[in-house]
């Protein structure tokens, strides 16, 4: 007969399990975190579930909201006044973010393709001081105009629940959609007629 290690339990401890007549055994024990494990590998939020999150989001359709946020050069701008009458992207970021650079780096490459189709991108850096965020742009090269949020009261206003966030708004000034990462056919979703 196979032998079990066993966990001894005081009756008057406050884990004391009835149902275990006082003791656990390291079997179960076992059995208990694999279930606990498999339920937590299972249940997690990921960014396939974040994903579904944005395919409901109730700001598509919706114009975008104007902001006024002093930029790394030291002037206060709105995002009205920035985009004018062009396409954007707004890209919700920060410098500690490996995922956020790697996301920068794509849009530092796309940089004429994006002039060349009349696409305005702002990078609101969230929570971040201006004298990191300057020198990480300096270093890295970065030539876009960057929004400093350092309150987050924009990226609480754009509901950004994690970075990096981007938001594509067409020419009307209407958010078409959010994603995580630059959609392939971002041209598309902010070139596509309007719903109706």
Known sequence: MRQHHVLSMKTNSPLFCRGLKGRI????SLRVLLILGLLFA???PSQAMGQ?????NESIGKPARDFTLPTVGGTATSFAQFRGTDKAIIFFWATWCPHCRRELGNLVQKKEEFAGKGIKIALVDVGEDAAAVKGYLQKN??????FLDHETAVAESYNVVGVPMFWLVDKEGIVRDVQYSLPPDYDEVLSAPARK
Do not use: A
């Open 25 to 28: 055994t390291l079997k179960n």
């Open 141 to 146: 090269k970065v030539d876009f105009t960057v």
């Open 52 to 56: 579904f999150f944005f395919m409901e």
């Open 42 to 44: 299972v249940f997690r």
